[in-house]
C-alpha cells in the first residue's frame, strides 16, 4: 500500500515540528511549505531539534502566493492537508495589522481555493484559536460559544475559521477546524509568554541576568503542551465527517502563576525577580480563556496528556539545557 501524503504549511513553526514528527512516526510522507527566508541556515532549527529535518520534503512557497500553493499541491499531492502557517504572535498583530489579516485571514482562503481546484478529495485542517472566544461570552468556552475577537489576529483567525466551513458548506470539502487552547512546549518562539518565562528563569538560575520584565501578569490561560495538541489535528481528519472542535485542557492559570511555577523548578522566587514593563502591555487584552473540550473527547476519544507542572518543567530544563551548550531555538 502507499504511504499517506501530507502537506503541512507552517512546518517551521512549534506545531508544525510536533506534528511531522507525529506524521513521520505513522509512516506518512510528509511535505511542508517552506517560505524563503534570508537566514536559510535557522530555518529547520525547529525540525532538527526534534529529529525529522531529514525526513521531510520542503517545498518554496508562501501562503499570500497563490501560485506557489498551487505548484506544491501538484507535486506534493497529498491526501491530508494541514493548514498551520499565520502571522501568530497575538501582540504583532496590532503593528502588523494588514500584513496579520493576509496570511492569516486571506492565506487561508488561499489555500482552500488551492485545494479545491487541484485536489478536491484532500481533507484540510485550518489552525483555528482560541484567541476568537476573546472577550468571553461564556465562563467555560466550547465549539458552541459565540465569538469575540479582540486582535487582529483574532478577527482574522475568525474569517479563515467561517472560510473554512463556508468552504465545506458549499462545496463539500473535508475541511476542519480545531479551535486549540493555547499550547506551549520547548520549541515555543521566544516572544509568547511561556518561553519568555521558561528562558529568562534558566538565564537568571544561571547567573545570566537578574530580572525578567514582563506584561499583564493577571491574564488566564488554558495551557497544554503542544505534543498533545497535534495528535487532535490528525484524529479530525481521520474522521468520516469533517466537523470542528475545541481542544482545552479544562484548567485556567495566570502567568504570574506559570512564573511562580518556573521559578519555584529551579528553586527561586518569582517575587524576587519579576517586573512589570508598561511595553509589554497590549491595547486590548483576553483576560481569560478556559476550554471545554469534551466533545474531542468523546467524539475523538483525545485529551490533554500533560499537566501544567510537567509542562513548565519540561521547558525550564529544556533552556537551561540550551544556555548550558549554547544553543539557538
Ligand atoms: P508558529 O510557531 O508561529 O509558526 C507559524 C508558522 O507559519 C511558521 O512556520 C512560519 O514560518 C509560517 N508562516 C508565517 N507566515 C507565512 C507565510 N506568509 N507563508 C508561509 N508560511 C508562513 O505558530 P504555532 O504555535 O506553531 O501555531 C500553528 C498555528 O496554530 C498558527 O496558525 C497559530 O496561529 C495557530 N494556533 C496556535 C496556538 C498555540 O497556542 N500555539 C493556539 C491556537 C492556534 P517561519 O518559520 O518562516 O516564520
Ligand atoms: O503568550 P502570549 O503572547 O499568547 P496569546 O496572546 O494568548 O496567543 C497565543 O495563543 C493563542 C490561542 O489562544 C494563539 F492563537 C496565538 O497564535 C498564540 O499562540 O500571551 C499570553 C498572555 C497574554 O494575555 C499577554 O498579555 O500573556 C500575557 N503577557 C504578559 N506578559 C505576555 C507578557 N505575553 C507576551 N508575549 N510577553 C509578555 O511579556
Excluded at 103 to 116: D, K, S
Excluded at 212 to 227: C, E, I, S, V
Aim: one cysteine or more; glycine letters at 6%.
Amino acid at each position: 500500500m502507499s504511504r499517506k501524503r501530507a502537506l503541512i504549511t507552517g512546518i517551521t513553526g512549534q506545531d508544525g515540528a510536533y506534528l511531522s514528527h507525529l506524521l513521520v512516526e505513522k509512516g506518512y510522507e510528509v511535505h511542508g511549505l517552506l517560505r524563503r527566508s534570508a537566514s536559510a541556515d535557522v530555518v529547520n532549527s525547529r525540525l532538527r531539534w526534534i529529529g525529522v529535518a531529514d525526513k521531510v520534503t520542503l517545498h518554496d512557497g508562501n501562503l499570500v502566493d497563490q501560485a506557489s500553493i498551487i505548484r506544491v499541491l501538484q507535486i506534493a499531492k497529498p491526501s491530508e492537508i494541514y493548514n498551520l502557517a499565520a502571522q501568530s504572535f497575538v501582540k504583532s498583530s496590532w503593528q502588523q495589522p494588514s500584513l496579520t489579516g493576509t496570511v492569516t485571514g486571506l492565506g487561508a482562503t488561499h489555500m482552500l481555493e488551492a485545494l479545491r481546484t487541484v485536489c478536491p478529495e484532500a481533507r484540510f485542517y485550518q489552525a483555528s484559536s482560541s484567541e476568537m472566544f476573546g472577550t468571553v461570552q461564556e465562563p467555560v468556552q466550547s465549539e458552541t460559544t459565540p465569538f469575540y475577537p479582540r486582535s487582529p489576529y483574532a478577527a482574522a483567525k475568525l474569517y479563515a475559521h467561517w472560510m473554512t466551513i463556508n468552504y465545506r458548506e458549499s462545496y463539500g470539502l473535508h475541511a476542519s477546524c480545531g479551535i486549540l487552547f493555547n499550547h506551549e512546549s520547548p520549541l515555543r518562539g521566544i516572544e509568547f509568554v511561556t518561553r519568555k518565562i521558561s528562558d529568562g528563569v534558566a538565564r537568571i538560575k544561571l547567573g545570566l541576568q537578574e530580572t525578567l520584565a514582563l506584561g499583564n501578569l493577571d491574564a488566564k490561560r488554558d495551557w497544554g503542551h503542544a505534543r498533545d495538541y497535534v495528535k487532535v489535528m490528525w484524529l479530525m481528519l481521520q474522521q468520516d465527517k469533517p466537523d470542528d472542535y475545541v481542544a482545552a485542557t479544562g484548567r485556567t492559570a495566570s502567568v504570574r502563576e506559570f512564573c511562580e511555577l518556573a521559578f519555584a523548578h529551579v528553586g527561586l522566587r518569582a517575587g524576587d525577580h519579576v517586573v512589570v514593563d508598561q511595553r509589554f502591555l497590549r491595547p486590548a487584552e483576553v483576560d481569560v480563556l478556559l476550554g471545554d473540550a469534551s466533545k474531542a473527547r468523546d467524539k475523538l476519544g483525545w485529551e490533554a496528556e500533560t499537566s501544567l507542572e510537567q509542562l513548565v518543567a519540561e521547558m525550564v530544563d529544556a533552556d537551561l539545557a540550551r544556555l548550558r551548550t549554547h544553543e539557538h531555538l
